[in-house]
């Protein structure tokens, strides 16, 4: 079944095109965020003007028509309002167009479906972890399949904080990259470190770290940054994982290009006799390809929207999302 997807959530918009969980194309567009963040109307200017020639590049690298396509997803939520519509509206056009199923994905399950799929992870305990999100996720089969939320950030997302954090260095972008690079050879400085249970909280250490800036080395707060906040995610996993008695680990999210997280946890999973598994990078970032597939397997599962119930979910919580 050859199945479209359309994401727009926040700086990326792009279409990914799958047959049965084959990955036919997976383009996209990125607005570059400049000092000032995101002001999503710009955004979605940016995705409205980029949405025909990303389809068309998707199109033409899968090698099909547009009426060979069988049905089409979006991303519903989370993410930012402007921006959402745009995948959503275009979304919404194709089905009409051509008469065929419509159905809106959450965002997160996306991500992790993605990571499951590619890492090869049957039922694993599953880190979550993006700009604006990160989360502690388990499969759940009843009253039907969904992820459940084990544990959460209490304030922001890991992504957010060390991107922020990148800023006030004046480091370059893609900042989480160059967190991680210029954390090479730093040594450890103490910084506030909260997990409660399988919560996590990163404002303490944002703070604190940014006031140590200039009085220390940037690559000694950026190694005690990452230091800080991946132990902290490692340990409320671990302890999802022991609680949930599972052997596998997945990671995915924008964050799980961090190759010093995954390193962590493939070491906290060594101890445990459980496997981390992942998708490749370009499905890490925020894609099209990810919501095809996810897209895919709720259509062959039966599930079916009218496009008059089709909108979009700024605040679309991952458990609240049924995906079979
Ligand atoms: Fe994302």
């Not at 009409?96 to 694993?124: M, Q, T, W, Y």
């Not at 132990?231 to 924008?254: D, P, Q, V």
Request: aromatic share 6%; hydrophobic share 40%.
């Amino acid at each position: 079944m050859i199945v479209l997807g359309m994401e727009s959530s926040a700086h990326t918009f792009g279409v990914g095109i799958v047959d049965d969980g084959e990955m036919l194309a997976n383009e996209k567009a990125m607005y570059k965020i400049g000092t000032t963040g995101m002001i999503p109307g710009e955004v979605a200017r940016f995705h409205a003007e980029n949405a025909a020639d990303v389809l068309g590049n998707a199109l033409k690298k899968a090698g099909i028509t547009p009426k060979e396509i069988e049905g089409v997803g979006y991303t519903m939520g989370p993410g930012l309002g402007p921006c959402l519509e745009v995948a959503e509206l275009s979304a919404k056009t194709i089905a009409k167009k051509l008469e065929i199923p419509i159905v809106p994905v959450n965002h997160c399950a996306a991500h992790a479906e993605i990571a499951r799929h590619f890492g090869k992870l049957s039922d694993p305990i599953m880190l979550y972890v993006s700009g604006g999100n990160s989360q502690i996720l388990a499969l759940e089969e009843k009253p039907h399949l969904h992820y459940s939320v084990l544990g959460e950030t209490f304030d922001i997302g890991v992504g957010n904080m060390l991107d922020s954090f990148a800023r006030k260095l004046k480091l370059k972008p893609a900042w989480g990259s160059s967190v991680e690079k210029h954390s090479q050879g730093g040594r450890y400085i103490e910084l506030p470190y909260t997990v409660k249970g399988m919560d996590f909280s990163f404002t303490g250490l944002a703070t604190r770290a940014t006031e140590l800036i200039g009085k220390e080395k940037v690559s000694d707060l950026c190694f005690s940054i990452q230091e800080t906040a991946f132990s902290a995610l490692c340990e409320a996993t671990e302890r999802a994982m022991l609680l949930k008695n599972k052997r596998e680990i997945g990671i995915c999210g924008g964050v799980a290009q961090n190759r010093k997280l995954k390193k962590m946890l493939k070491a906290m999973g060594e101890e445990h006799n459980a496997r981390l598994g992942f998708a490749p990078d370009e499905f890490n970032a925020d894609n099209g390809g990810m919501v095809a597939y996810l897209a895919e397997r709720m259509i062959r599962s039966g599930i079916r929207s009218r496009l008059e119930d089709c909108g979009i979910r700024q605040r679309y919580r991952v458990d609240t999302a049924r995906l079979g």
